[in-house]
């Protein structure tokens, strides 16, 4: 695939100035005049795209190539691209938001956005990294998935991590799982070396405590051994 086809539909192309050689700095001013005007004319900000029905798809399709999306985080950048098309070029606001809902409902049909499949999938990702579930709601929410898809999601990841966990420690909430997941990732507790471990106790419980895990949680986690986690990380590891 060549430069041109990996642009967004936002891209020009712009030829690279060519630089003048050999005696150049005698050169007539109206030459330097006119390198200048140049440079001042890429320098300008580029004037967004007018908007029209197949822009935004053509947008919506190269956005969802590149990024997994909710509904509500395309429809904030399609928002944002029909506000400057309405103050550049008149467009009619009415009109767009038609075109941006058909487009909408478009990539829904076609299985481009799927914001049950979207929740599922980032919050899996964000237990991995050993984000505690309160946290994972949030982000969720903050995306603009629904409650109901948030609560469908979390009930979903928690019965993953019980499936995936060893026998040894079913039935244990998996915040516990990914408070251990987050200490393995950075290190911290029984991951350190022997020799710092104590002196770094305080540090690694408020390094779990900033991560939205409780008291108790980051006790357990920074105080156990290596042994004690390795089935508790089963859950983590599974899913």
């Known amino acids: 695939m060549n430069d041109k086809q990996r642009q967004s539909p936002e891209t ?10 050999g005696n150049a700095r005698f050169a007539n001013s109206g030459a330097n005049s006119g390198a200048k005007n140049s440079k001042d004319k890429q320098r300008d900000p580029k004037r967004p795209r007018k908007v029209t029905r197949d822009y935004l798809m ?15 985080r395309l429809e904030k950048l399609m928002r ?5 098309s309405v103050a550049e070029y008149g467009t009619d606001p009415e009109e767009a938001e038609q075109w941006m809902k058909s487009v909408l409902s478009a990539c829904e049909k076609a299985g481009f956005i799927n914001d049950d499949a979207y929740a599922m999938g980032r919050a899996r990702s ?13 982000d969720l929410s903050a ?11 979390i009930t979903e990841l928690k019965a993953e991590a019980e499936q995936a966990a060893y026998e040894e420690v079913r039935g244990t909430d998996p915040n ?3 408070a251990a997941a987050y200490a393995r990732r950075r290190r911290l507790g029984p991951w350190r070396r022997p020799d710092i471990r104590d002196e770094k106790r305080e540090k690694d ?28 990380l089963s859950m983590i590891d599974g899913i």
């Open 12 to 21: 020009v192309a712009l030829e690279p100035e060519k630089k003048l050689g």
């Open 205 to 232: 419980m408020a390094a779990l405590a900033r991560q939205g895990f409780g008291y108790d949680t980051a006790t357990r986690i920074i105080n156990s051994d290596l042994e004690e986690l390795s089935d508790l």
């Open 176 to 178: 516990i799982a990914a």
């Open 80 to 84: 944002g691209k029909i506000r400057l």
């Open 143 to 153: 995306r603009g998935i629904a409650s109901h898809q948030i609560d469908h999601a």
């Open 58 to 72: 053509n947008y919506a399709t190269w956005y969802l190539e590149r990024f997994a999306a909710s509904r509500a």
């Open 126 to 138: 964000l237990l991995r990294k050993g984000k505690a579930i309160r946290v994972i709601a949030a």
